[in-house]
């Protein structure tokens, strides 16, 4: 078993990463978490420099949080965001009032169906995840790859099947990878809501999220899940590099950053 430098388990080291166990094999854990700890934790270390964190209605109008917000079947399984992400997520939809939706990385579409219930009755959310049967152009993770694998048959869930026979709500699945997708296929028009939570590593994540900033309109914001979240560490490392470039901030108390475009 991997030891991090101070010859700890990754389980010992994280332990809310007990929850993986039983789901995902503990030496790909080790493999993929472990032996990386220590480039996470100087990692974020690195991004909390450049990355404010602070409250939503801090780095939104205040008026943001006075409203309410609609959920259905929200409670999702392990790779899905909390219950408090999803508010705060669902929140930022409801303020701005977006015509159009992106979502980089459908899951079990979960997420999906937030978005599309708190959005205007004209507003279309597209999602794009990959089809089962082809293989991501960029080598995924062990992790990622387990997750995407076998994840959704432990929980009895498919792609999109928390919206699937929805048709009261417009979202539109698109099957494909992201890194080489034709975002033609969801028109033209810049999008409002872009929340990028796909494939983790670090390639796939400048892809998709470099795709975004082309897409997003003049009052739109881009959402990123899975910051300091040692699961995922290629996540912090591209947000921290990310931050010299780009205006990011980091939701307290969750694992979500944004981009405001202003």
Known sequence: MLKSKNQK??????????????LAPDD???QEIGSRADEFERDIERARKTIPSGNLNKIFPPELEKQSI???NFLGHWGNVSIEELCKICLIVKFVQPKKILE???YNGMTTLQMALNSPSDCVTYTLDLPDEISASLQLSQLD???SKHFKDMFGTTTGSYFKNRNDIKIIQKLGDSATFDY????NEPTDIIFIDAAHDYKNKEIDSEQ????LSKKGVIIWHNYDDVSNPEVTKYLADLSKERKLFHLRNTMLVVYINE
């Open 212 to 215: 975004a900033f082309k897409l």
């Open 184 to 187: 033609s296929e969801i028109g």
């Open 28 to 30: 790909i854990i080790e």
């Open 9 to 22: 388990s990754v389980f010992e080291r994280y332990p809310h990463l007990g929850t993986l166990r039983g």
């Open 70 to 72: 609609k959920l259905e």
């Open 104 to 106: 980089i990385g459908t």
């Open 145 to 147: 790859t387990y997750v």
